[in-house]
């Protein structure tokens, strides 16, 4: 094999941190496929049965013998989620008297296909018993490995804002929308999100949080049951009410991976964060 000119390797380098950056990160295949390969013929499992003979003389011809489908769905699970899934989790989430039931509730549901390509469920971390709580969108490949919600880069971040307002991780709860990672960090489908959703509420009407912060829009959208964008949304309070009634105070923001790739708008999530440290002194009666 010829050696790779050094202006195609740079080339190469970068589609691969492209892809890297994409979330593409894992193969299909525990081993590689050569595409380009002459594909050996492949004899069928069985012949099909001669035509008898009265088919054959009179010009009909034999029906045609089904192929058998090449895949499988995973016994147990569902291959196409649709609305009886969504029902479904609606029903065993509202059987949940507890976080710790929700959590063994949510690994035994097998209703949502993201669960089939992802490493681990995702459910929460965090003081479940602290005043504020955090919801973002979907686990990334970090989460995913860790099965622990924002420990990447994006993690760090809000970490680092956290500590700005004289908090962490035990006096905040952090989750996510959707508990499992969608394959090479893809947006969840409608379907997905729906399925998902009767979790999530649940956890945060268990949880009760003073104040609920909505990371990125697809959080603040599903929370707040809207369709405006979030840099409209943003630094507006709105309230999430719970299937009991219940309305939580809630700051829709800017998701943390967002402001990872635009740095000028941290001056945004900066004042957003402000405004909930100011909710969490009032609410806790404290004037200053």
């Not at 034999?62 to 699970?77: D, L, N, V």
């Not at 609606?90 to 390509?117: H, P, Y």
């Not at 307002?165 to 006096?171: E, P, S, Y």
């Not at 959080?219 to 709105?238: E, F, M, P, V």
């Amino acid at each position: 094999m010829p050696p790779i000119a050094p202006d195609m390797r740079a080339r190469l380098r970068d589609l691969l941190e492209f892809y890297a950056s994409a979330g593409v990160d894992e193969a299909l295949l525990e081993q590689p496929v050569d595409r380009f390969a002459a594909r050996p013929e492949t004899k069928p499992a069985r012949s099909a049965p001669a035509a008898p003979p009265a088919a054959a003389n009179s010009g009909i011809a034999a029906p045609r013998q089904e192929e058998a489908p090449r895949f499988a769905a995973p016994q147990g699970s569902a291959a196409i989620p649709d609305e009886a899934q969504a029902n479904r989790a609606r029903e065993l989430a509202a059987a949940a008297t507890s976080l710790d039931e929700l959590r063994e509730i949510l690994a035994g549901f097998d209703g949502c296909n993201l669960k089939l390509t992802a490493k681990n469920m995702v459910f929460s971390d965090g003081n479940p018993a602290g005043p504020l709580m955090l919801v973002g969108e979907a686990p990334g490949r970090d989460e995913d490995l860790e099965g622990l919600p924002f420990v990447g880069r994006s993690g760090q971040l809000l970490d680092r804002i956290l500590a700005a307002i004289g908090l962490d991780r035990t006096a905040a709860y952090i989750a996510n929308v959707v508990p499992w990672r969608p394959p090479g960090n893809r947006t969840p489908t409608p379907l997905e999100t729906e399925i998902c959703r009767p979790f999530i509420e649940r956890q945060i009407e268990l949880a009760s949080p003073r104040v609920l912060v909505a990371l990125g829009g697809p959080s603040a959208k599903l929370l707040l049951n809207t369709t405006d964008g979030i840099l409209r949304l943003r630094g507006n309070w709105r309230m999430h009410v719970t299937r009991s009634g219940k309305s939580i105070p809630t700051m829709p923001t800017l998701h943390p991976a967002y402001l990872l790739r635009n740095p000028a708008h941290k001056k945004l999530a900066w004042r957003d964060f402000l405004e909930v440290r100011a909710r969490l002194k009032t609410l806790a009666g404290d004037p200053h």
